[in-house]
């Protein structure tokens, strides 16, 4: 049995289904089962939990070989952001892991590291070095952001004005993931135990935002080109809603650091080592991401 926590996610119900579909076993982690049942449909195994609640995960783990965390606390408010869901949410998940003998892999994000200028990939750093130093046998994959994610994104904010919205320039090169291809990586994580101790970073074909924004409205029937949030909007924003509205202010420092630095892509070939089909190209994405 593979436990997902954060299986009702963009991430995780692809994966859920890859899994159920290669004939694993598979139980979601989620704090609204309702949720759950109604976007995973039948097959998968639902158990309630917040791996805030340490108590609530011992049930979760049972007959589990292994766990994948594809949980994060990106858009959480006070007492739901990264240091309590991907560092200490994490750590309560590893360990409910040890306990029950069960391997992990962790969902990271490319670019994690102690000093990046981003909160949650800091968080992930951390939580990758406190699975490393846990004992248990793990596996970790770091993603680079995830093409449905920005599709999302661009479709949401042209809702009312048919025009998506991009941060800042829009000029930087981002080297977008279709999550489907992710899960891909991470399913073979969580079936072969050959890639315990192996770091595995996935990234696809460099594309910038503004780029993205043109391909969506053109795959939606619109040419009304994008807006653009300025750099000193999204500096200020993220200054001044810190106390108030944490989440908001990690967006937009986020969205300020991904519009002018330079994230990077992946150390080596991932798709081609596990043998796995190339990373989905743009227009397949956004075929599949039908409004
Ligand atoms: N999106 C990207 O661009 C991107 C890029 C690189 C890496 N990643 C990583 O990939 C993974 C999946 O990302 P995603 O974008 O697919 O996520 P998502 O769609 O935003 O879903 C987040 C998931 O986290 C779960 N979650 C949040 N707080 C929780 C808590 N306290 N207890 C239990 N579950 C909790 C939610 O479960 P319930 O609501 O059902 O409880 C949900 O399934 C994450 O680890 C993320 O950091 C994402």
Redesign the pocket.
Known sequence: MILI????????RELAAQLLAAGEGVRV????PA??ERLLGGGVDIAV????QPATLAQAMRGVAVVV????????GRG?GPQD??VR?NAHLVDAAKTAGADVVL????GASATSPIG?FRA?YAAEEQLRASGVAWTIVR????LE??IDIMRQTAKKSGRPMVFGAGKQPIAFIS?MD?AAVVARAATDAGLRGDVLEVSGPRLTMSELAEQVQRADGRTTAARHVPRPMLRLTAALARPVAPAFARQNKAALVMDTTDLGEAAGDAFARLSLPSARTLPAVLTDCRV
């Open positions: 926590a954060g299986g009702t996610g963009v991430l995780g982690l989620t704090r609204d949720k759950a939990g917040d791996v805030r965390s594809a949980v994060h606390g990106f858009l959480g739901a869901i991907d949410g969902l990271s994000v490319l949650l992930k993603p680079a952001a995830y994610t920005w999550a992710v």
